[in-house]
């Protein structure tokens, strides 16, 4: 498959509350660069991304070595998703997208 869950994007409005539960809650560990990013302690499996700013959404992972950003972006179009206006900033390697029921999820290439 060209795409797998990268992240769980929870909207939390405390990030070191949430990242002190989900690390124990999960036996995930906080990433150094970012304590907000919280990875399988095997590194095998999707992360967990703390956020007080997102809607809870999924981001799927473009595997780039069989498919692209775009490519993917409109096959799932092409299975009833819909594009979200959003703004993105210069350069955005991500594209915003709502399935059938209206959930947001990002194509992160």
Known sequence: MAVSVGSVVLNVS????????????????????????????????????????????LDLWVNRQDSDLQTEAERLISL?????????PPNADFV?????EGNLLCVVA
């Open 96 to 100: 915003v997208l709502a399935d059938t």
């Open 14 to 57: 405390n990030i070191g509350r949430a990242e002190e539960f989900w690390s124990k809650a999960l036996g995930y560990v906080p990433q150094p660069d970012d304590p907000a990013f919280l990875a399988p302690e095997n590194g095998e499996g999707p992360r967990l991304h703390l956020d007080d700013r997102d809607r809870t959404h």
């Open 80 to 88: 009833g998703a819909a594009r979200v206006d959003w703004d993105y």
